[in-house]
């Protein structure tokens, strides 16, 4: 990379480094993290590609955003405190102007995951970002996806399938008012991941998961890893009023049940254990196989990213 | 990803991930890593892209094994143990010959290195690849860019220049003996990162860095990051037999004193400390700024990867 390139970047970066657990940030040959004692290191990465994961023509500060918040999202779904994160970013060329706006959705991302920025790269390419987070787990604690029994309850936060319905306002295939439109968009741009939520079920949730490739499949995943049926009652899907002013049911249920990129908490609780505030009983877990959601559906398997819908 | 990519994806690179720091390997939302009492995490990330940093005709298993090996040189120029590395694969295309190949490549720098594979993931696009990774250092240790002092004695590892010779090689510039050429070819194909040296050094090296755009450019940080400067001989330069059997006394220098991805050691040592084997003494470190070669060079600020030569 020309030096010239490397200087602005480093100077739009280089700030967003600071943190409690940050011994050193860019600038060295690697990032010096520091862990509490009794503290293990949960690390997960994350490729957004243009074309593939967001349409070519997203806002900077959005596809960073957004390339944080699905990677912030699986430390979330392992109720991981987070420490910090590398971005690796490829170019397809040198635009301070577009730089620019892309760490400002950076520096957003850090304050809002408390994520500093210690490392990276830059190379010249089509674009993608590459995230890495990394965060703190207790030594005998994590929400993993084979911790599911038969009896626990089933429950997801916040609200499904607005992502999806955003890719269908941007497709023009659906113009919901204005309000809603913005409201699914900003949930397809911004999503955010359950960072606090995650680490409240450390302890009490016997498995979790976050939602990226859409309900079915990630539940799925849950009754895979655990040798559980998880059984979901379509009825009781949390919906924003954006998404339930759609004409059809079914469209609706087909979304938050197979749409992803929503990047919510899909978690399991045994039946006695209170659900915290902000999460939504959708279903149970029974012996046996599979995922059960009383419905024929066009995707079960999953999610194709919004260029194949 | 199709459930079927990501299949074959897990059947080639899931049994990579077994490892001493290793809780958790591939499968879940993260991958949980386990430090020592009194260690600290040391991590980085190097992206490469097709037709920037190799060329695109590379075989699979040496884009691999390269990739790895430029982002663990990383982990050497800190004096870092490695603990475990993550790797995001962008394909054009889903190729299972492909695929194999690339992971024949990372078993062997899985071993080569100890760094096992605990997570990534793959996306559709231009062929690159992403690899963190992350390693362990004492508490109060590691090999940084600052420290270097007046006085000091200043040396690499291995021998300069390989890399760029390679490239010349490559380019049609330049026919060497069959073995000659061969030598040079596999020195740029599988760079082999200094762990074991950078792991001695530690505690008695001054300041290190890995030498990845050039020796002039990297001693360059280490006179920046310390306020020192930096004398180089090149009459003492390190040159293999292959590189030294070019004709011009003056290219062979260039290549050594400007040519990267060598992914040697360039580090200082207190002149009292005797310097571990097969390391070079090249020059001397005194009061001042910048770095001096005694001789004017075309690229003095660096090394513009393959495709701009």
Redesign the interface.
Known sequence: M??AEFALIYRYFSHLGRGEAV??SV?????????R?GE??????????????FPPDSFPEDIAFRAVSTAAS??A??G?RPLAM???L?LPESDELWLHAFSEGLAAAVAEYRLPL????T????L?I?V?V??A?P?DQ????NGARAGDALYVSGTLGDAAGALAVTAGEWRPSADHAQYLLERFNRPRARLELGMALLGSATA???ISDGLLADAGHIAA?SGVRICIDPARLPLSAALRSHESREIIERWALTGGDDYELCFCLPAAVAAPPGTTLIGRVEAGAGVDCGLALESP??Y?HFDHH
């Open positions: 020309p030096v011994d050193l600038g060295d040959d690697c990032a010096i993290l520091r862990l004692a293990r290191l949960a690390t997960s990465v994350d490729t957004m590609v243009e074309g593939v994961h699986d430390l779904a392992m991981a590398t971005v690796a490829t210690v490392g990276g790269d190379t010249r390419g089509p993608s590459c890495q990394m965060g787990l030594m994590a929400l993993l996806r979790a998961i976050d890893g398997a999953g194709q």
